[in-house]
């Protein structure tokens, strides 16, 4: 019996150990040298509660406390890849409502910007929120051509302080006001268009592509690979936390 059904069986919630990331809708999956994390909770459209959101940040430092894995890739089930938070209320892995954990200490936000080892997105359906953050701050994120891109944060009324530091950088000040203050969808030939993100793929493909992708980053020198990062972090900026936490 696997780890997922184990925890479903005893009831109630337990605390991530091992491959078992503290919730039974993330999946991570040992390939040789590559780990793949699956966000699989498709009665919910693969909306991250507060576990979840933990349970990336820890299978990101799990990937790169493991001298066996080199790298980390993360993609979604059916055609959804992240929406984002599940903002209702307590939700059945046990956690306490996503809106009083939204501190960066509880999302995974830092791990995947910082992570000395690779990290790559294979964004195979809709991603919005956090989602859509985690695909920017990835190493490499491929889209299927199936893919659409979100931020509807300031509809739902959320200062996202992050999203306000990180989006201009990413894809220009004109475009992220229009993507934060409309929260209109865009898709995936908009994205790799506006650098949103770095390639699509036909749906098919995209696994693949992927894994290749990851599998060209795992090559490169890690100590002139971590430097590289560092820069790119430092162009991301800080963002203004204190706002974020009264939001």
């Not at 997105?121 to 051509?145: F, H, K, W, Y």
């Not at 599998?215 to 790119?232: D, I, M, N, Q, Y």
């Amino acid at each position: 019996m696997s780890e997922t059904a184990d925890a479903r069986d005893e009831g109630g919630p337990r605390p991530p150990e091992g491959d078992w990331l503290g919730t039974p809708y993330l999946r991570f999956e040992r390939h040789g040298s590559l780990a793949h994390l699956i966000v699989d909770r498709p009665d919910m459209r693969n909306a991250l509660s507060p576990a979840m959101y933990f349970g990336i940040r820890y299978a990101v430092d799990r990937t790169n406390a493991e001298p066996d894995l080199h790298g980390l890739l993360l993609t979604g089930v059916d055609d959804m890849f992240m929406p984002g938070g599940d903002l209702g209320g307590d939700n059945d892995d046990g956690w306490i409502a996503l809106p009083r954990l939204l501190s960066m200490d509880n999302t995974p936000f830092d791990a995947v910007r910082r992570s000395p080892k690779p990290v790559v997105c294979a964004v195979n359906g809709v991603a919005q929120g956090g989602g859509m953050m985690i695909a920017m701050l990835a190493d490499v994120a491929i889209a299927s051509d199936r893919a659409s891109f979100r931020a509807p944060e300031l509809l739902r009324g959320i200062a996202d302080t992050n999203y306000a530091q990180v989006l201009p950088r990413q894809i220009g000040p004109a475009r992220a006001r229009d993507m934060l203050m409309t929260g209109r969808t865009v898709s995936a030939a908009e994205a790799v268009d506006w650098g949103l993100v770095a390639r699509m793929v036909p749906h098919d493909q995209l696994m693949d592509a992927a894994v290749e992708a990851l599998r060209w980053c795992c090559r490169t020198a890690p100590e002139a690979r971590l430097a590289v990062k560092r820069t790119f972090h430092e162009y991301y900026g800080h963002y203004d936390r204190m706002a974020m936490d009264q939001s």
